[in-house]
């Protein structure tokens, strides 16, 4: 989610708008500590304009964390 987001230039604040959730659940989706329901993760790609199976691609999303971790 946190790449898709990223990828579209779009704050958490502005997503969480977008997607009627809290700032702080969408930082606890991002950061693993929070589990959304079927329900919300259909509204969460709805923000995004996206499948929800997008939101399951790993190899983009293992791309997109080992690039974000040598930008230190």
Do not use: C, W
Request: hydrophobic fraction near 40%; proline fraction near 1%; avoid cysteine.
């Amino acid at each position: 989610m946190k790449r898709l987001r990223k990828e579209r230039g779009i704050t958490q604040e502005d997503f969480a708008t977008d997607s009627g959730f809290d700032r702080g659940y969408i930082s606890g989706v991002e950061r693993g500590v929070r589990n959304p329901s079927v329900k919300a993760l259909a509204r969460i790609a709805d923000a995004l304009k996206v499948d929800v199976a997008e939101l399951f691609d790993a190899a983009n999303a293992a791309e997109f964390a080992r690039g974000h971790h040598t930008q230190v």
